[in-house]
């Protein structure tokens, strides 16, 4: 008996091949693929960006193709900011019907997935994903925002601009965004006459952060910077004050984000990081419309009405998909990637269009500090 | 039931297997969750059949499959990935210079080798693992049984942690992994490959090798005493069921077309583990069967656990993210607590199982039914 | 003697402070069934496990067919002092691992039966013959060493036949009754091919039918495959129904020998067995 | 390196080795009587980081750390009775699996429950404050962690050989049936033990996690694992034993971060593991059991 059980349960694997059907889009819905991680150590990143694509999603609810007008509909599917997960996550988006997919938080789940989704022919527009690798050598994957080695470089300027002579890297290791940005920052402080004292990595899941802190404080650099998840950063903070350590911590886009002033408290104070967006100075019309909207959006969802820069770049890479979709006129995927390299959209975080890897053209970044407990701009760099 | 009437059967479902998989490969993208789950179920079944026959036919409770599997992908990626496309991989600290000019010479070579390569490339990521199993079975395998299981289990983490060491940055490419791995060309040819191999393990348990090492599964010191070399045997049921499980983690590689030593944690063999309890350890066919399921329900058919379901207006409680996980474990327990010989046991899977009389023995000895164990 | 296959000369084992043999002397002949009887703890089965390898003497040698399979000097591995004598004597210290013993030509049972209890009676046997198979794991695996495999499943067709349980042959070891897995246990020694069976307490739990039985088998074998027997056991009848020769030993020390009606009514042997032995 | 940066680096390996010696005692304790490897125990240490967390926001410490020590040893019974008390007779390898069952479904449910995310650790005050001494700069609880483990073991080493359930606990580790025979209730002795090996667990968790402020559903199976390692080192089943291979451990893990392997920290401790087993296998203070034939 047991083994008759096997056997139906083995052929029931083939049936549904036979029972799904056709899942061309008849019914006037189209679907757009959410790629976040919603859990795991980029887990509150992730919420935020899909916040940005979903307050889009009311705002934009419907798209043009040729003369028929067909209604967007957001899949979300968690890739849980694991690599291995990714793959599956980008599969049940294919599986799904996804048209474009968007995302995703995080560049190492992006570069897993890239090839599945250039095997399938989806293009892919990540929102915040700044590892040169998520675009490189994909014919498929777009993104809005800009690169490490410009983010790096702007940092590496603005250490320099401070005077800080002596710099202590900090990265962690098997992340792709933070070693990436590290060592793009590394090259350009160096290039522009800095000194690196001490350069360490941690592992994932790693909390104990106080053996490599003590190498660095050793070091007694001016500046640390220490691009990392939300989650390891009020952490690393924490402990480097416990340890004394005085010197100046910098990181990259994905320190904006309330958890770590609310994890950190005061030790947060004084951290000096490098973002997309600032809501003080809206780049257009359509930034101001979406600065008062998703404000409204984010108290009906109780989150607190900060306007996070992933947020406002997930509202751009879904209003750039529906560009590029309007522009095809079609939903056949080759058009679609065609049309991407050609679309040119007005966001909230500026004008975006791509260049011959996909990536968009994007010269500025705002670089912001934690005062009394909030992200403050400093100053707006933008590197040629 | 009659032995022409069996092989009627076989022939019959490999035909149709054959065929559902050519009219899968056509209209992939319509199914693509069936087309993944099959794919990846199939390189499971492989690695489980592996573990099977160490832990299952051998008696050697080894945890170290995600350490081989590792070894087998990442030998397979590096062999395999387009000459062109190693720069942009290591991106950051660049390849070694040996790779480069040993994949340059492997892609100048004639086009029949390159469809062959990506083949050899699993074999030889096979080999490899079998050394460095050789390497360290010799010490390891006179461990009792749980100091091997976390001697091994602790070999996997140390295999894992040389590969994201960034002073082997140039060669593995440290915490950055490794993209843009060759996919396997179509479902037939993983099925094919998965066949070949579970084939084999097959044919060595049914020898008089496989009988020997279920003597050393049943009682090392009568085995010892019938004149079975333990330390040999040991030694080549571990060997060979390393090379197999490098095999599955090369398929995975390039199933996965990216990885990085996080995909090779310890929850990965806990994953194969899982397969073979449940499929029952001691079966081969258990091993395949719940390979495929366990995939299925994981990726496809249990997704449901995670998203929040509305019946009617009505949110059901408990269904969000991790929820799945839950229930597989609870699965599992309850498999392991209450159900010992999973699926399977120690049998397996014949035709004979349509024939009713069969059902009526199995009920009776539900009855007589003495709780035995796998 | 002459025409002797096992030669053991003053081997003593010491656990710790216990002397658990000491400096035993004893030989068996070809083609003869030697008994080696004693009370609970008197050594024999230690006796057994140092002449199959499984532990290596503290002091003494063992030679098989004129080969020496185990020596061992005291200093060699016990730091403790050595209660025995015959001290100086060995020099070398050789050991086999029992698999090495087994193809030397020596097989033996075991006091608490140790069947591959998930394994068919035909396989228990079969899966003994596989260290003579000369073929490697692949063209094993591969088939290419069909003819040696139908050797070996002939062998045991045969040796199954022999000992009449062939009608229970598909059945799971662990299926057999209690006396039915005693004679299996038997035949799977038989399988290796031996020159000399050592059996441990072979009748033990047997009711007299089931031991005069065993008897017959035992003799039944030796008749058929030209074997030299060492047994230990308990059960009087049976000692001295099969036996040519008997050894007595108490506390490590042997007390007695020679053929059953000698060893009888040797006054040493009663007072050992007296109030010391139930069986 | 500095003389004060190679002192700095020993207090954190000290205390890390603190942590690591309560916890690796509960292996060896469980290891000594089941003859099993407790793979859930890393677990419980997760577990308790939890309930603290829990008990911490709505009472002060001096109620919530004994709180927690009493929940975590429920648990640890309450998961020997479920998992491992059913498969006493089961082969070695069920047992096992077992134990690999629980763990992995702590992990799933502790993901499910509170999600991936690290949540903060709460802080308690007293023991976070900092004292500054020269260069040296450190929290209270790093000197705490080391003393309190030591007293701790002091403690159960005079329990286990003084008391009446110390008695009972050594004679099932000796032999199982006989202390059976000798109408030992064996259930409630293992039971004991698991309640021993959480309640040290908790204390441990708490010391560890104050020290690193966060805790994830994973935090517990790596320090599990190089806490096992830490017993087998001692030597397993010896309660002295897991002390010093925990600060080993400890020191070592340290000290390979310090000098820019963090890549192996965890990786030594298996390779520590390999060698011991090769060339001590009953590690420094354990004695040698025989298989009888």
Known sequence: ?384 | MKKEMKWLLSLATLALVVWALTALEGRRNEYNMLYTVLQKGMILAVAAVAMNLLNGFTGLFSLGQAGFMAIGAYVTAILTIPATKLPGVYYISGVSQAILSFRGWTDSLPDWFQTAFPYLALIIGGLVAALFAALIGYPVLRLKSDYLAIATLGFSEIIRAIIASPQLNLITNGSYGLKSIPKLENLLVTFLIAAVCIAFIVLLIRSSYGRAFKAIREDEVAAEAMGINLARHKQYSFVISSFFTAVAGGMLAMYMRSIDSGTFKIGLTYDVLLIIVIGGIGSVTGSVISALLVTAAKEWWLRFFDQPLVIAGWEVPLFRTGFRMVIFSLLLMAVVLFYQRGLLGHKEFTWNVLMPSNWRKWLNKKQAGGKRHA | MPDNILHIENLSMQFGGVLAVSSLNLDVCQDEIVALIGPNGAGKTTVFNMVTGVYVPTNGRITFKGKTIAEGYPESQMKKLYAGDHTGEYSKLISNTPDRITALGIARTFQNIRLFKEMTVFDNVLVATHMHLKANIFSTALGLARAEEKRMREETAYLINLMGLSPQKDELASSLPYGKQRHLEILRALATKPHLLLLDEPAAGMNPQETDELSAFIYRAREALKLTVLLIEHQMNLVMDISDRIYVIDFGKLIAQGNPAQVQDNPDVITAYLGVEEA | MSFSTILQHALTGISLGGAYALIAIGYTMVYGILRLINFAHGDMFMMAGYFMIFAMASMPWPIAIPLVVIATMALGVLMERAAYAPLRSAPRMSIMISAIGVSYLLQNLATYLFTALPRGYPEITLLKHIFQIGELSASLVTFVTPVLAILLVLGLVYLINHSKMGMAMRAVSKDFETARLMGININSVISFTFAIGSALAAVGSILYFTDRMSVTPFSGALPGLKCFVAAVFGGIGSIPGAMVGGFVIGLTETALVALGYSTFSDAFTFILLIVILLFKPTGLFGQKTTEKV
């Open chain 1, 1 to 384: 008996m047991k083994k008759v059980l096997a056997l139906a349960l083995a052929l029931v694997m083939f049936l549904p091949a036979f029972a799904l059907g056709a899942a061309a889009p008849v019914d006037g819905e189209i679907v757009l693929g959410v790629f976040e991680p919603q859990t795991g150590e980029n887990g509150g990143g992730g919420f935020q960006e899909v916040l940005g694509m979903r307050y889009a999603n009311t705002v934009y609810p419907t798209v043009k193709v040729g003369d028929k007008v067909y209604a967007v509909k957001l899949v979300e599917a968690d890739n849980k900011s694991d690599k291995t997960e990714a793959v599956s996550a980008a599969n049940t988006l294919i599986a799904a019907g996804a048209k474009i997919v968007l995302g995703s938080y995080g560049s190492g789940v992006s570069i897993a997935a890239g090839e599945i989704f250039a095997d399938a022919q989806v293009p892919a527009i990540a929102a915040s994903a700044t590892n040169p690798q998520v675009t490189l050598g994909n014919d498929y994957y777009f993104r809005v925002c800009f690169l490490d080695p410009f983010q790096g470089t702007v940092m590496a300027n603005y250490a320099i601009e401070k005077g800080y002579k002596k710099a202590a890297v900090i990265t962690q290791l098997g992340d792709d965004y933070s070693s990436g940005l590290g060592a793009f920052f590394l090259a350009a402080y160096e290039k522009l006459g800095g000194v690196i004292v001490s350069n360490e990595q941690f592992q994932t899941n790693q909390t104990d952060f106080k053996a490599i802190l003590t190498n660095v404080k050793a070091a007694a650099p001016d500046v640390i910077f220490a691009p990392s998840s939300i989650a390891t950063a009020p952490l690393l903070i924490k402990q480097a004050r416990e340890l004394g350590i005085t010197a100046v911590i910098a990181a990259g886009d994905t320190w904006e984000n309330g958890s770590i002033i609310d994890n950190a408290g005061k030790d947060a104070e004084g951290v000096v990081l490098s973002t997309f967006f600032d809501e003080a100075e809206p780049a257009n019309d359509e930034a101001k419309a979406f600065i008062e909207g998703f404000k409204k959006y984010l108290v009906a969802n109780n989150q607190p009405d900060v306007i996070p820069a992933v947020s406002a770049l997930g509202f751009d890479a879904y209003i750039t998909a529906l560009a590029a979709i309007e522009k095809a006129g079609t939903l056949e995927g080759p058009a679609l990637q065609q049309a991407l390299t050609q679309v040119e959209v007005v966001g909230v975080t500026g004008a975006i269009s791509f260049d011959e890897n996909g990536d968009a053209k994007k010269d500025m970044a705002f670089i912001k500090t934690i005062q009394d407990g909030k992200f403050v701009f400093l100053q707006l760099v933008s590197v040629k």
